[in-house]
């Protein structure tokens, strides 16, 4: 499928969702295509963006209490939950 095709040609290693009927011709191709790409089954929607983030930013070698402290947030679940509804005020902040 040239979703897969083209998540795999960007450079995507992994990918964090919930497989349904509605993706059936996704989650073939993504079996398929196994040893470039893997699939991360979860429970919830909110929770593959949650990982997938995580999984970005460690790769990316950024530590997330570090965004914590930059925001100045106590909790690190209100740092997820701002960074979500505000993706555009970090762009600076990714910038290595």
């Not at 790769?59 to 979500?84: C, F, K, M, P």
Request: proline fraction near 2%.
């Amino acid at each position: 499928m040239r979703n897969v095709e083209s998540l795999i040609a960007f450079g995507v290693d992994t990918v964090f969702g919930l497989p349904g009927d509605g993706i059936n011709g996704i989650m073939e191709a993504l079996r398929q295509r196994q040893d470039e790409i893997r699939f991360i089954q979860v429970r919830h929607e909110e929770a593959a963006a949650f990982m997938a983030c995580g999984y970005a930013l460690a790769n990316a070698g950024h530590d997330t209490r570090s965004l914590q402290a930059w925001l100045g947030h106590r909790n690190i679940q209100h740092t997820v939950r701002y960074t979500e509804l505000t993706p555009y005020r970090f762009k600076d902040f990714w910038r290595t």
